[in-house]
């Protein structure tokens, strides 16, 4: 078992910047691959980033390739997403998920536990 709790979420103009955190606590931390999803209201779930359990392997949704960046520190249980020019159809609720497996999922149904979400919002 793994919890997961987020922070950083907030509101912020269009082209700002956030930075969201996720501590995990609770089992291995580093065994585990870590991602970054989100969901707007009325929508499905999506992805939007992943790390390897090392770091590694490192993979985002299209329509954020170049404004966002995940990382993670293995000795601080923590993953973190960078998030630059932000845009209004990017709010949503942003969850930290974990996943044991071979490699980082892009597919929710993968992930094996979940944070509660932050808010973002993002006014044009």
């Known amino acids: 078992q793994v919890q997961l709790v987020e922070s950083g979420g907030g509101l912020v103009q269009a082209g700002g910047s956030l930075r969201l955190s996720c501590v995990a606590s609770g089992s291995t931390f580093r065994v585990y691959h870590m991602g970054w999803l989100r969901q707007a209201p009325v929508k499905e779930r999506e992805f939007v980033a992943a790390?390897?359990?090392?770091?590694?392997?490192?993979h985002y949704a299209d329509s954020v390739k170049g404004r966002f960046t995940i990382s993670r520190d293995n000795a601080k249980n923590t993953v973190w997403l960078q998030m630059n020019s932000l845009k209004p159809e990017e709010t949503a609720v942003y969850y930290c998920a974990a996943q044991y497996g071979i490699s980082p999922a892009a597919n929710k149904s993968e992930y094996d536990y979940w944070g509660q979400g932050t808010q973002v919002t993002v006014s044009s």
């Open positions: 790390t390897r359990w090392n770091g590694g392997s490192i």
